[in-house]
């Protein structure tokens, strides 16, 4: 379980998170929407420990990540897998070591060739094909890219799946195909997921609940139905352009 | 207190912080071992020609300008002891500083810069895994491990391009001369001095190429900005350091 407990978080003068109160419950897929620039990824960092908040918490599994010690962050984040927006695979690795760096230590110190078996099982799960394996991550295209990120996300077999606008820059076939991955994952794995994300299509086709993330506050949380039904005018705002989706 | 006083405390605490944080990975060669060499190799074996170009354009040049202000004045073997002192104690480390500055520091603070931009580093801390003992430590360790066997060669490189150039360039100069003159200057420590000197400047600049590598932001122009900033503080600590280490020659 994740919760997020009165969040708050600023750059400067600009304040981003502004009070977020926020449930993850176990099992389910969250989607977290809100217009470019609200701070969805900043809400995301403070999950896995990569930005401290001003004020507030998150609490994952019982452990508080503003007063966890580094081997409790450690462990937090071995059961957290992150990917990234725009992948961010290690440019100087090629996708078997990318894939391998992921890995338990244990897995680490055995090296590439030890690892092998385990990077192309981690391939398969997300329908890419072994002879990627040996690429440089500057060789794939960006749909290649964010599922090599997937792969290496789930390598640590996490509990939690955070996804940082996975759609973002796809072309819709790929974004499709990337959906699908989220709702495999949940289902294969039983990953809790929080997806963050302004694409509204990824939004309804994957979260069991979404929550609209809208001046550093929540405000509207519900399943796709009630969100629809929602009569908050920023909130039907959001959402109307959904609806023929979700329909 | 003023906002600029304040940045440059933080940066020296956040650097003091970095330190320790490579002193404690240290004693674990087996986290970062494999990596340092596999840098060293990046940096030593790559820098070479260039390092022994510069060193052998620092001592040609050395033996030409003693030659030309001390013909006439002092007996011709101070060529020797000058071209020694000179290389040893200064032209050599230094000149292998400044290529290294400028081909592995430079390249360092890109890298890291560029890694950090791209949400690379989040993605080694987001897998539990450190990069410190990632990426810091190997390329420090591997600084320290190359730049005293390049500050040897480049004091031998120097030495000789001086004692050579020198004998075609200074009327009347001999190798007896030139051989005279160093053995009358040369005590040992100026030797360990110099590799001393090497290692320390190794360290300097692998240090600050990581640490500002890594406080890398923005997009290109971000990493564009780190490494002119990495090089010039490296150049900046460079020369503190040398004035630093000075009395260190008289010291022994």
Known sequence: MIEFKNLKKAFGDNVVLDGVDLLVNEGETLALLGPSGTGKSVLLKHAIGLLEADEGDVVV?????????VEELKGVRRRLGYVFQNAALFDSLTVAENLCLAQDDENLT???????QEAVDLLRRVNMPADVLDKMPSELSGGMRKRVGVARAIASQPRYLLWDEPTTGLDPVNADNIDELILELGR???????????????????????????EGRIRAL?????????????????V???SIAAA | MSAKVRAWLENVGNAALMGWAIARVLPYPRQYLASALS????MGIRSLPLVLIMAFLGGAVTSQQTGAQFTGGLPLWVIGSVLAASVLTELGPLLTAIVMMARVGAAIAAELASMKVTEQIDALYAMGRDPISFLVVPRVVAGLLVFPPLVILADFTGIAAGWGVGLLAVD????????????FYFRPWSLFFSVLKGGVFGLAITFIA???GLQGTGGAEGVGRTTTTAVVATTLALMVLDVLMAPVLKAF
């Open chain 2, 39 to 42: 840098q060293a190799y990046n």
């Open chain 1, 110 to 116: 055995r090296g590439v060739s030890g690892c092998h």
């Open chain 2, 172 to 183: 009347g100069l001999t190798s007896a001369d030139i051989i005279f003159g160093m053995r």
């Open chain 1, 240 to 242: 109307r352009r959904s």
């Open chain 1, 61 to 69: 599994d019982g452990i508080s990540i503003s007063s966890a010690t």
């Open chain 1, 222 to 238: 519900g399943t796709p139905q009630e969100m629809l039904a929602n009569t908050d005018p920023i909130v039907m705002r959001f």
């Open chain 2, 210 to 212: 990581c640490y500002v």
């Open chain 1, 188 to 214: 294969e794995l039983g990953v809790t997921s929080i997806v963050v994300t302004h694409d509204l299509d990824t939004a309804f086709e994957v979260g069991d609940r979404i929550a609209l993330l809208y």
